[in-house]
Structure formats: C-alpha cells, structure tokens
C-alpha cells in the first residue's frame, strides 16, 4: 500500500489565544511539529501538545524558528552561526523536556517560517542548525528537498525527511512562493487534496506554471492555522483512504497511543 506522512504545525497558542484547533488535527495528522516558544507557544499549550501527541501515537517533532515571536518567526534574522546553533539546541532541550513529562520523546526537528526558507539557500545558517539539532543527539531533520540544508545533513550522515506542503504553491525551483504573493497558499480542497496525491502517488507537485516538480517527499505538510484547516484535512484523510494510501508516520512509531486519525 502507498502512504504517506501527513505533518502540521501545532503548539503555537501563547497565553491563551490558539492559532489552531490542535486537538482536532492531532486526530488526523501521524506527525506534529510542535512549536518550541520562540516564533510562537508557551509551556503549557506546549506541554499540552506534546500530551495530546502521545496519547494519539503521533510522532513530535520539534518547530524550531527564530526568537521573533511579534513576526511569528517569519521575518529572516541575520544570526550569528553560533548563537543560532545554540538556540536550535535550547529549543529542542525546552520541548524534550516537557514531552517526556508524558511519556514521550522528540522524533524528528523542524525548522519554522523563515528560518526554513533562508536554510534552502543560505549555508551558513544551514550549517548552525545542523550543529544544533547534532548537539542534542541523532534526530532526523524535516526539510524542504533541495538545498543547502539537505546536502549539508546528508554529508554528515544525518536522516533526511523530505517534505512537501499541502497548501502552498511551488515555483518551477521547488521553492515556495513567497506568502507576500497572491496565489502563495491554496484554499481549495479538492485542490490541496489533488496536491497531496500527486505527492503520494508520483513523488512530484505541479508548480504554478505548470512544470511537474519531483520532490520524492515522505511527508506532506498541512496547515493547521488555516482558514478551515480541521476540515480541509479531515477531507484528505478520507480521500487518501478512500484511494488505498495509508497514512504514517516518516520516522519510528511511537511506542504508545491509539495511532494517528484512529476512531
């Protein structure tokens, strides 16, 4: 049977005010990445996350982005290497710990907003993260396919998660269109289900001009702070069921919960 991973972006609530319903695409996803209070997130929406992950035998990766909370980490900042090595490593330490609070462990890192795109391209900070996520131990890295990100980690022998996205429109690259476009993120849902198996099926996503773009992705990434985000994916899920392609997660199956989009 083919499958697929489905990600989403969770844990992002800070002091009370959600930016998505996390409960709900909890019981969809097989993989959240869980923000890890710098772009955005507190410890006990965390926290609540990371519990919510177990109990659903969902993997948990850690979100890391830039310290830019008021810019929701999507603002690029020109980091020292060192200083942004150390703060990946804090990031995933902070949510190490409250996972395990619960019986879970980080699986995989993440990175968030425009610490993601910059590492496409921009060696330096490419190089930083990878010296972070390496200072905490052998966690696989969820990138964008292509770039200095992934040919760095792969030189070092580190694993790989090559990621796709649901939502967003794709230039002829590879690379995203950048949010400030118009037509950056696609709304409709037999448009974003089309999108993920095409991605399931043949490894590949149609760019906006129509080029077929390989990207051979384990993982396929929706949005859970999207207009209608809970039902969009609920309405892949099914779609991918009713094709026969299973959806699981891209690293080792937590050894507890009920599996991801269980009854």
Not at 78 to 91: H, K, R, S, T
Not at 120 to 148: E, N, S, W, Y
Not at 208 to 228: K, L, N, R, Y
């Amino acid at each position: 049977m083919t499958g697929i991973d489905l990600n989403a972006d969770l844990g992002e609530t800070t002091a009370g005010n959600p930016v998505a319903d996390d409960a709900a695409m909890i019981a969809l996803v097989s993989s959240a990445n869980v923000a890890c209070g710098f772009h955005a997130g507190d410890p006990h929406s965390i926290s609540a996350t990371a519990r919510r992950a177990a109990e659903r035998g969902v993997s948990l990766g850690a979100h890391v982005g830039y310290n830019d909370a008021p810019g929701f980490g999507r603002r690029f900042i020109d980091y020292d290497p060192a200083e942004l090595a150390d703060e990946v490593l804090y990031q995933i330490g902070a949510l190490s710990a409250l996972a395990a609070a619960h019986g879970a462990t980080v699986s995989y890192v993440k990175p968030h907003g425009a610490l993601y795109n910059a590492i496409v391209t921009h060696r330096k900070q490419a190089q930083a993260v990878i010296d972070g996520v390496r200072a905490f131990g052998d966690l696989p890295l969820m990138l964008l396919p292509g770039g200095a990100a992934m040919d760095l980690a792969e030189g070092r022998g580190m694993t790989v998660i090559r990621e796709a996205f649901a939502d967003r429109a794709y230039l002829p690259d590879g690379t995203l269109v950048s949010r400030r476009e118009p037509g950056a993120v696609l709304h409709g849902t037999e448009e974003v289900l089309q999108r993920v198996r095409q991605v399931a099926t043949t490894g590949a996503v149609t760019a906006i001009d129509g080029t077929v773009v390989p990207v051979d992705a384990q993982s396929v990434c929706v949005h859970g702070d999207s207009p209608g985000a809970v039902d969009m994916t609920r309405a892949i899920v099914e779609g991918l069921r009713a094709d026969g392609i299973a959806i699981r997660s891209a690293v080792a199956a937590p050894a507890t919960g009920t599996g991801p989009a269980a009854s």
